[in-house]
Structures are given as structure tokens and as C-alpha cells.
């Protein structure tokens, strides 16, 4: 744990623009167990330099916290902590409406239930897999069943599903 107040930030590598909703947004659904670690250089002369987690950073200073988690290197300087900055933001992979369809309904968020109900009632699933069950659209599926229409749009896909390849009729 490092106080907010000992972390410095090299605006040289940082993002050029701190998107302020997104501080807010931070700060506005803050959870300690999902908060992470801040990623932070320090200096031969014992300075700390905040290298990756620059939102969080700052949504911690908006709610006032006195410290936070944070993974400390030894830093050769400012073009090093470039370089790491780059490496953490250019190498990650972002996670797919897929994924995280699959882990809101490991932990149960309703929604997501209720979509799976409707799914499981006409043997289709949300999965990546190139299968005539698999809906990949995850994303398009949490719109559709905020209108109010997920059973009618499934029923209707599976309708067109059924249709012969060649004559096109039911």
C-alpha cells in the first residue's frame, strides 16, 4: 500500500486526456476486492511514478482513500516507465461481451439469468463456438431483452433456421 500523496504522475507517457467519466465511474461503483493494484515505477531518488492504473488513481483521490495497492518496480527512469507503459497497454487482450455474459451469470445478476431461462428453453446458448445454437451477440441479446421482445426475436430466429435451404419455405 503506497499514500496517494507519495505517487507522482509523468504526463510525458500518460494519456493526454483523463477521461473524467470514467473517474467518476470508478468511483461511483468502487469495490476494495476490485480495485487492483496500481502499477508504479520508483526512481533511484525514491520517487514513485504512476505507470498504469492513472483512472483509478484518480478516482482514489476522489474518494479521498489515504492509500492503494500498488505493484512497485525498479524504474531506470522516465523512457523505462514508458516502455512498461506501453507494454501493459498494448498487450492486453479486452475481455468479449461473451465473457462477461458467462461470469454476470456465474454470480447470478438476474438479468442475465433471465436471458439464459429464454435460451435454455429453446436450446441455444451464448458461446464463441461456430454452432447453429451458439449466439455470439451477447451484447445484442441484453438490448433485445430490455425491450421486452427476447422471446419473440428467438422464436422467429429459430423460425428462419427451420427454413429449407433451397426452397426457402417453412
Known amino acids: 500500500l503506497i499514500t496517494l500523496d507519495k505517487i507522482k504522475v509523468a504526463n510525458v507517457y500518460q494519456r493526454e486526456v483523463l477521461k473524467k467519466a470514467k473517474v467518476s465511474a470508478i468511483a461511483s461503483k468502487f469495490k476494495k476486492e476490485s480495485f487492483g493494484t496500481l502499477v508504479v515505477g520508483e526512481r533511484s531518488d525514491g520517487s514513485l511514478w504512476c505507470v498504469d492504473g492513472m483512472h483509478r488513481l484518480e478516482a482514489a483521490r476522489l474518494l479521498s482513500m489515504k492509500q492503494v495497492p500498488c ?3 525498479q524504474s531506470r527512469g522516465e523512457h523505462h516507465e514508458a516502455q512498461v507503459f506501453v507494454d501493459l497497454n498494448c ?3 479486452s475481455v468479449n461481451q461473451v465473457d ?3 461470469a454476470a451469470l456465474c454470480q447470478g445478476e438476474p ?3 433471465a436471458i439464459q431461462k429464454l435460451l435454455d428453453d429453446r436450446n441455444l446458448a451464448v458461446a464463441s463456438g461456430n454452432s447453429k445454437h451458439n449466439i455470439k451477440a451477447a451484447a445484442a441479446l441484453r438490448a433485445i431483452y430490455k425491450k421486452g421482445t427476447l422471446a419473440e426475436v428467438l422464436d422467429c430466429c429459430l423460425m ?3 427454413l429449407d435451404s433451397k426452397t426457402r419455405k417453412f
Open 160 to 162: 428462419v433456421q427451420q
Open 91 to 93: 498487450e492486453r487482450t
Open 111 to 113: 438479468e442475465t439469468v
Open 71 to 73: 505493484s512497485v518496480f
Open 100 to 102: 462477461i455474459f458467462r
